[in-house]
């Protein structure tokens, strides 16, 4: 059935045929046309929406990420940002979490998840203003693991990269922390929003602070998570593989170990990409940015690495397996300063499903019961069922959901185009690799590198 199949032409002479049920990925003449032929020898292969579904319980005695919301202040004042500029549209008294409350959340989680957790991520605002507590809450949670004989989590801290400075980095690599900070890769495009209250761009700032980190030296993971949206795209009009191409190098080039790209979640008609309008202007963007994602695939000595999602494409077909699902709420938790539970970050920007608070522990309530066993399911929303990108989507998202449409049951476009445009260019490369053996043989080394060093930190 036409309907099973995801095709993408390759060029004039051949197409790649994706069967979304199986994941198995065959080359066909552009005049074939006898899919039925093709899903019959498939017939008795695994469906991996199937296995997905079967597997996607949660170790109900740890968690996989606690997120710390250290302080609902910034020191920037991004026009898009996600969270209100960092406030969180904060009514509470309280906008910082002292040490106390760290210890307060750690003693809940390990009287409800006896395990703890796999990841610890420090959240804002930005973090680093509250440096001093976080590197107490640290040495704290680590005593609480080893009292009980288990391992410690990883740590994070997202950040804008503004405060970077010697005790900063002394400190991440003593504790070999992963910093990610929020830059987009070209200084008029990032500084057409992240900016300092006076309105001042602050991409010299961070380029600056990682310039000097580069010289100093790490042993410490660091992250770039970069945005594109309608703005960015009106400043690169013509220019849109260049474009993505310079704006992922240029953030290689300060030194970043790896690089996202993804759109930005906004009610803001001038930021959202919420139009199918701009889905060939996206698509030129992304071409820019995944020719230097595969650059960086086919180098003899991989030292940066692609990003997980784009690997995890790859790896997902080639190892027949569907993506996993959304973990808001069962497999993470976030905690503001005032003691308070939600699924994400997003979902307490919206007030939406709170799961309780450190004093009164968790809710009893029948839709928090529910919503605490139920692992968010793209396959239960009807564009996402009908989908032929749905066993490979890594950008549905709950909290986006409920940010941009009121509920949890939805979609975003710009969110849906990236991933189309995503899976296009991965099977378009997969064709030329099964042509190209020597190519596919560098590729797949760097590909199994590239997948081991994100399951070590998984």
């Known amino acids: 059935m036409d309907s099973n199949f995801k095709i993408v032409n390759v060029n004039e002479d051949i197409n790649i045929a994706l069967h979304v049920p199986t994941m198995n990925v065959t080359i066909i003449k552009n005049n074939f046309t006898d899919l039925n032929s093709i899903e019959e020898k498939l017939k008795n292969e695994p469906d991996v929406e199937k296995v997905l579904l079967e597997s996607r319980k949660s170790n109900p005695n740890r968690l996989s990420g606690l997120i710390l919301n250290t302080t609902e202040t910034c020191n920037l004042a991004c026009d898009y940002c996600m969270v209100s500029k960092g406030t969180y549209k904060n009514e509470n008294s309280k906008k910082h979490m002292a040490l106390e409350d760290y210890v307060k959340t750690f003693n809940f989680m390990f009287e409800h998840f006896k395990e703890g957790t796999t990841f610890v991520c420090f959240f804002g605002g930005e973090p680093l203003l509250r440096l001093d507590t976080i590197m107490e809450a640290v040495d704290i949670l680590n005593s609480m693991f080893e009292e009980r004989n288990f391992t410690p989590p990883r740590y994070s801290i997202i950040s804008n990269g503004v405060l970077i400075n010697d005790r900063l980095i002394n400190f991440l690599n003593e504790k070999n922390i992963y910093l990610s900070i929020s830059i987009d890769g070209i200084e008029e495009l990032h500084d057409s929003a992240r900016v300092f209250p006076n309105g001042k761009g602050s991409f010299s700032t961070i380029k600056r602070n990682l310039l000097y ?52 979640d906004s009610k803001d008609k001038d930021i959202s990409i919420d139009s199918y309008e701009y889905y ?5 963007f992304f071409k820019g940015v995944y020719d230097y994602y595969m650059e960086l695939f086919l180098s003899e000595k991989m030292k940066q690495l692609p990003p997980g999602h784009f690997v995890g494409v790859f790896g997902n077909i080639f190892m027949k397996r569907a993506n996993r699902f959304c973990k808001a709420g069962l497999g993470t938790l976030f905690v503001n300063p005032e003691g308070e539970l939600y699924p994400c970050h997003l979902l307490y920007n919206t007030r939406y499903m709170r799961l309780g608070s450190l004093d009164e522990g968790f809710e009893d309530s029948e839709e928090v019961v529910n919503f605490r066993k139920y692992i968010n399911n793209r396959y239960d929303i009807k564009k996402c069922r009908n989908c032929k990108n749905r066993n490979l989507c890594f950008l549905w998202c709950a909290g986006s959901s409920v940010l941009s449409n009121g509920k949890i049951l939805s979609t975003v476009n710009s969110r849906c185009m990236v991933v189309d445009i995503t899976v296009n260019y991965v099977l378009k490369e997969i064709a030329e690799l099964l042509i190209n053996k020597d190519k596919s043989r560098l590729f797949m080394n760097n590909l199994k590198k590239a997948a081991q060093e994100y399951k070590s930190v998984s």
């Open 280 to 284: 060939e202007r996206l698509r030129l």
């Open 213 to 264: 980190l580069k010289e100093k030296g790490r042993n410490f993971p660091l992250i770039a998570e970069a945005t594109i949206h309608k703005k960015h795209l009106d400043l690169l009009k013509g220019n849109e593989v260049e474009g993505g191409y310079n704006f992922v190098k240029n953030l290689y080039n300060l030194g970043f170990d790896t690089v996202y790209v993804f759109p930005v």
